[in-house]
């Protein structure tokens, strides 16, 4: 397990953050709220990989944490290049991402509680 996945989406998400221009304020808000999230559930799987935890809850914890990211990732790598391709075309118009974000808000929650 590594947090190779956890860093790519960090970095995506920072992308759509540093978008002043086309960003629904809206989804501003839920990127935001996603980056500072995984951002923590990032340094807890940093956290038990530097340490290789023999802990099972542990280890359990880390590939939940690793999984999210990768499903976070599958999401968010077509859809900021889709918002870039737009952004170019569009460039006086506000951009929506026409995807809903609260159904990896949601996973979070119970793992952000372990």
Excluded: C, W
Excluded at 58 to 73: F, V
Excluded at 74 to 90: D, G, M, Q, T, V
């Amino acid at each position: 397990m590594d947090g190779t996945a956890m860093d790519s989406v960090l970095k995506k998400l920072e992308q759509l953050i540093n978008v002043k221009e086309n960003l629904i304020v809206n989804e501003r808000y839920q990127i935001q709220s996603l980056y500072n999230q995984l951002r923590f559930l990032g340094a807890i799987l940093r956290d038990v990989e530097e340490k290789h935890h023999e802990n099972s809850e542990a280890e359990n914890l880390a590939i939940k944490i690793s999984g999210l990211a990768y499903e976070t990732g599958k999401i968010i790598h077509p859809a900021l290049a889709n918002f870039l391709r737009l952004r170019e075309s569009n460039k006086d118009n506000k951009i929506g991402f026409f995807f809903n974000l609260s159904d990896i808000l949601e996973q979070i929650r119970p793992i952000e509680v372990k």
